[in-house]
Structures are given as structure tokens and as C-alpha cells.
């Protein structure tokens, strides 16, 4: 079992920024890969951002290249997601995932933190 635990989401004006981090606990061996996810009212939850739990591997979507970065620190077990420039399409649920070692999707996820980007 892995468990996730997401800190760091609030309300910031438009161009602001924000840093969200995804504590991760339990079967940290089995770890393969870890992906940011958000979902908005009224639509479905998106892919954000996802990082290799070794190496150097990152992966964003469109929206995200260029103002997010996906980074981990594996002594400490977290993995974090920092967001600049955001906009009022920013704001959602963001959600931490995990994808474990020979499955292919994200198994395990967080309670979700709320990021709000007032205008």
C-alpha cells in the first residue's frame, strides 16, 4: 500500500504562484511513477505534470509546460509541484497519484487539495 498526502493548496491572485507538495508513505520500493492531476468543477480530471521515481524523467501537459515544475526529493519522500504565472483556469482540485512498479495506471492517490486562482 502507498498512501499520499497533499499540502500546499489556497487561494493567490492571478500571476501568482504556489507550491504544492505530495507526502508519500508505506510501500515507497515499489514506487515507479508520480503524477500531479487537477480537476475543475464541472469537468473531468486532467493530467498535469508526472515524475520518474529515479531518474530524470518528467512529462506535462500543454497547459503546465512552461509555468509548472514536477520535482521529488526522495530522502524525503515528497514530491512537489510549483506553479507560476497561474490564471483562473488554474483553479481545481489538484490531486498527487501514484503508479507503482509493473501496474499500468496511476493506483493511488490523495485527498486532493483545492487551488483557487482569483482574477
Known amino acids: 500500500q502507498v498512501q499520499l498526502v497533499e499540502i500546499g493548496g489556497g487561494l493567490v491572485q492571478a500571476g501568482g504562484s504556489l507550491t504544492l507538495s505530495c507526502a508519500v508513505s508505506?510501500?515507497?520500493?515499489?514506487?515507479?511513477?508520480m503524477g500531479w492531476f487537477r480537476q475543475a468543477p464541472g469537468k473531468d480530471r486532467e493530467f498535469v505534470a508526472s515524475?520518474?521515481?529515479?531518474?530524470?524523467?518528467?512529462k506535462y501537459a500543454d497547459s503546465a509546460k512552461g509555468r509548472f515544475t514536477i520535482s521529488r526529493d526522495n530522502a524525503k519522500n515528497t514530491v512537489y509541484l510549483q506553479m507560476n504565472n497561474l490564471n483562473s483556469e488554474d483553479t481545481a482540485v489538484y490531486y498527487c497519484?501514484?503508479?507503482?512498479?509493473?501496474?499500468?495506471?496511476?493506483?493511488?492517490w490523495g485527498q486532493g487539495t483545492q487551488v483557487t486562482v482569483s482574477s
Open positions: 497519484a501514484a503508479r507503482t512498479i509493473g501496474s499500468g495506471a496511476y493506483g493511488y
Open positions: 508505506g510501500r515507497t520500493f515499489s514506487m515507479y511513477y
Open positions: 515524475i520518474a521515481w529515479t531518474g530524470s524523467t518528467t
